[in-house]
């Protein structure tokens, strides 16, 4: 298969996170591709697979993919891996809901005072 353009892969992944009906018209080699074409795009973009996130607590951006739902799927996050409370990801919402992200990164720096 030859690489697909950005404008060809948004489409398919729309169609694959529920935003029209066409999943169904899809072969699953196809769905495969396109989903390892989407992880290596947002691993270039600075995403990390979640495999690799500090499980100390530390807060970090997180995000799913393939999207699910029409919500923005980034959350801030937390997981404690010595903690049997929170040995999971978490996002802060009540009470710390669980979350199952697959790719994170630092948070960024604060804005400067100059900002």
């Not at 699953?28 to 989903?35: D, N, S």
Request: a neutral charge.
């Amino acid at each position: 298969m030859s690489d697909l353009t950005d404008q060809e892969l948004i489409a398919a992944l729309r169609a694959m996170s529920g935003e029209d009906e066409m999943i169904h018209t899809l072969p699953w080699p196809l769905i495969k591709r396109l989903l390892s074409l989407a992880a290596d795009r947002l691993e270039a973009q600075g995403w990390k697979p979640i495999e690799s996130a500090p499980k100390d607590g530390t807060r970090v951006l997180v995000t799913r993919w393939p999207r699910t739902g029409h919500t923005d799927p980034t959350k801030i996050a937390w997981c404690y891996a010595d903690s049997p409370a929170f040995k999971e990801w978490r996002i802060r919402l009540n009470k710390g809901l669980r979350y199952d992200p697959t790719h994170w990164r630092p948070l960024p720096a604060p804005p400067s005072e100059e900002a």
